[in-house]
């Protein structure tokens, strides 16, 4: 069973773990003062409060998160209050599940530190009007005029962008760099890349034969840290013919453009004469 737990020890609020990932055997403890939970949470020990009068273990176990699976990403709430998954994921239900996400393995992880905030990455990244003139390569595989929103409801927003011929993928040849991911995709699909932006900091790109995503932290009002991952279907990773590289290069160039961009929109929109501008019917 997968838990999630805040990363705070019920004794004096220290922060339990330090790095950003590894693993517990079978207790969680706490370095300060030695509270130990166990793997659900509970407080199993915490030493000498028996001599705490009317101190009760089963009181302090660590803060649980809601937890939802969600076609292989896990997502956590940190509300005290949250709201049932299905209702507020309501609209991405069942949405892409003929892509098979949730089967897809990691072929290539990247994190970029960007000089921007948050939301400049998010708006960047849900419209292609600046394609031609910053991503040319991207350009002559996905014209933007194609691109159309499919979904607007709520926290999301994307849709399809359609992919050009005789391209057969969003990659540097323009070849598919292996298997399609989908099992059962029907033919519209196989030519087109879909992209949405899933609030609160998921950005998720299919591809016919792979997919990526990109997590969105804010670090500071002026930088934030992009984690991304590159999916392919099994059977590419494991096939010596597949060239994965071709579409890990592909993004790696069109994202570095982005960051390159929306690095100098932080500069000017920093500026005390900034103001924002109107956007066309392509941008909002």
Known sequence: MTRAHFNVCRHRGTRICAEDSGSFKESIQCPYHAWTYGL???????????????????????????????????????????????AKWAPMLGRLARFGLAGLHAGHRVVYDVRANWKLVFENYSECLHCPTIHPKLATVLPYQSGANDLTEGPFLGGYMEIKAPNQSATMSGRACGVPIGSDV??????????YTLMPNLLLSIHPDYA????????????????????????????SASNIRDAIEFWDLTNRQDWAIVERGQLGVASRRYTPGPFSPRES
Do not use: C
């Open 40 to 86: 659900d949470g509970g407080l199993k020990a915490a030493p000498h409060m028996q001599e705490a009068e009317g101190f009760d273990k089963g009181e302090h176990g660590l803060h649980a998160a809601a937890l939802a699976e969600w076609e292989g990403f896990l997502f956590v709430s940190i509300a005290r209050e949250p709201q049932p998954f299905d």
């Open 212 to 239: 990526n995503y990109y997590l969105v932290h804010p670090i500071a009002t002026d930088r934030t840290r992009v984690e991304s991952e590159w999916l392919f279907h099994p059977r590419t990773l494991e096939d």
């Open 186 to 195: 029907p033919v519209d699909d196989q030519r087109r890349a879909y992209y």
